[in-house]
């Protein structure tokens, strides 16, 4: 039982490019989402699902999209990266909006 | 607004000895309140959780009381150890039913504990 999943746990980008973060759960939970953290700034949502097929912005959506066609995977895409997107992204999982298991997370720094 | 705060925002004690972690929220309607542990380069990781009946929940040296009234909760830890060592997270659920987007995040307390 792995949990939640993300990959990779580090990258570097250049201004411009794009790039997918993954994220994926096998405990069978409806509620995932993506989450950034930076320094003195807490957790922010950035877009979350509550099952397959449906997703919904949070907080911080602007430079970010985020598909769930299954209810495993929850990707995370970044369609232009500016340094601004650089942080740490975790995603989270739930089954109801209780106990939130977060993975690992993602360092992501943009040049 | 809804807000959650935690204070102080960093603490340093020596092993062996207790503290207290503060959150205070103004959040509305108010559905539940839960602390995480984070350790450096890790994810969160759920402490305790209370709803609005409940004033103290224990996980082990880990102890969260919760006022209602005013608003207020605090996170007790016992005879700390190294491994306690990490950010503290309060986060407070907003009553919308089950949905994470209905989370307040505290900007958490960071915690050293010396030898």
């Known amino acids: 039982n792995a949990g939640v999943t993300q990959t990779p746990k580090f990258q570097v980008l250049k201004t411009g490019q794009s790039m997918t973060l993954q994220c994926a759960q096998d405990?069978?939970?409806?509620?995932m989402s993506w989450y950034r953290q930076d320094p003195g700034m807490g957790l922010r949502l950035i877009h979350y699902?509550?099952?397959?097929?449906?997703?919904d912005q949070g907080e911080v959506p602007n430079g970010y999209n985020v598909s769930r066609s299954t209810t495993e995977d929850f990707p995370l895409r970044l369609l232009s990266a500016a340094p601004s997107q650089t942080s740490v992204y975790f995603c989270?999982?739930?089954?109801?909006?209780?106990?939130?298991?977060f993975g690992a997370g993602s360092r992501l720094t943009v040049l | 607004k809804n807000q959650v705060e935690q204070s102080p925002q960093s603490l340093i004690i020596l092993e062996g000895k207790n503290c207290t972690l503060q959150?205070?929220?103004?959040?509305?309607?108010?559905?539940?309140l839960r602390w995480y542990k984070q350790d450096t380069g890790r994810g969160p990781v759920s402490l305790t959780i209370?709803?609005?009946?409940?004033n103290t929940k224990s996980n082990g040296r880990y102890t969260a009381t919760l006022d209602a009234d005013t608003k207020q909760s605090s996170l007790h830890i016992t005879a700390s150890q190294l491994s306690d060592s990490a950010s503290y997270i309060c986060?407070?659920?907003?009553?919308?039913?089950?949905?994470?987007?209905?989370?307040?995040f505290g900007k958490g307390t960071k915690l050293s504990v010396k030898p």
């Open positions: 989270a999982s739930s089954q109801g909006s209780k106990y939130l298991t």
């Open positions: 405990m069978n939970h409806e509620y």
């Open positions: 699902s509550v099952g397959a097929g449906i997703t």
């Open positions: 959150c205070n929220y103004t959040v509305s309607p108010f559905s539940n």
């Open positions: 209370m709803t609005f009946s409940e």
């Open positions: 986060v407070v659920s907003l009553n919308y039913g089950g949905s994470q987007g209905n989370l307040i």
